[in-house]
């Protein structure tokens, strides 16, 4: 053989290389993006079944208040229970969140649930101005 013909040979030898070697990157990459595509949708679908269950919580057979008395807030906290309510006469407030399957409170839920429990609520109350109307210009 030749050198041109052993050229050749080397160059052809490199370029069915890069061609497989992109050929099978290729698939690698395109089933690994399906394998996260996966887990993003099903984690997707994770959250948003629970931020549906939380919202529904007050209407499920086993919810420990009357729905009636439940106010859903959904940030910070899901519900904030007034109980007595339905009897005009609240006598205790209680914040409760909403958790399913394997969930945990966040580091904000922490820190609310730690501000609660410290006792550090109170009650204020504001007052909206006298003139609060909006008023127009005439022409």
């Known amino acids: ?7 050749l040979i080397i160059l052809l030898a490199v370029a069915i290389s890069s061609f497989v070697s992109y050929i099978l990157t290729k698939r690698y990459l395109e089933c690994k993006l399906r394998q996260e595509k996966k887990i993003f949708m099903d984690r997707s679908r994770s959250v948003l079944k ?20 439940a106010k859903f807030i959904g940030e910070p906290i899901d519900f904030i229970i007034f109980k007595g309510m339905d009897n005009k006469d609240i006598n205790e407030v209680v ?8 969930s945990k409170i966040n580091k904000h839920e ?16 504001y007052r909206l101005p006298e003139d609060t109307s909006i008023k127009r210009e005439e022409n």
């Open 50 to 69: 629970g931020k549906v269950s939380e919202e529904f919580a007050a209407y499920f057979p086993d919810f420990p208040y009357p729905p009636t008395e």
């Open 95 to 102: 914040f409760l969140e909403v958790k399913s399957g394997k």
């Open 110 to 125: 922490r820190n609310l649930k730690d501000t609660i429990e410290a006792k550090k609520v109170l009650w204020k109350e």
């Open 1 to 7: 053989m030749d050198l041109l013909t052993t050229l």
